[in-house]
């Protein structure tokens, strides 16, 4: 049940999501920790990524610099769709 979980997780993050396409790196430095942290709430993806983002402090570094990296594409995402909203 494990091993199907996990293969469940992987798929799910190599899917790409609304905010955020992870590579493959990143679901592949990510899923150890998913497994270890997070079994739980397999195999719900945004409630992974939720345990995953309570749980940042027992981040791998890998996971970690995964995380740090989404966090700065959404912020650029976001500060984009502000400048494209201002005209005057």
Do not use: W
Not at 20 to 39: G, K, N, W
């Amino acid at each position: 049940m494990r091993k199907l979980s996990a293969i469940a997780f992987i798929l799910a993050l190599s899917a790409p999501l609304p905010a955020v396409a992870y590579t493959q790196e990143e679901v592949d430095a990510c899923t150890p920790d998913a497994v270890r942290l997070c079994q739980h709430v397999f195999p719900s993806i945004n409630r992974v990524v939720l345990c995953l983002a309570q749980n940042k402090r027992q981040l791998g570094p890998a996971c970690t610099l995964a995380f740090s990296r989404a966090r700065s594409v959404i912020v650029a995402r976001e500060n984009t769709a502000d400048v494209q909203k201002t005209k005057y």
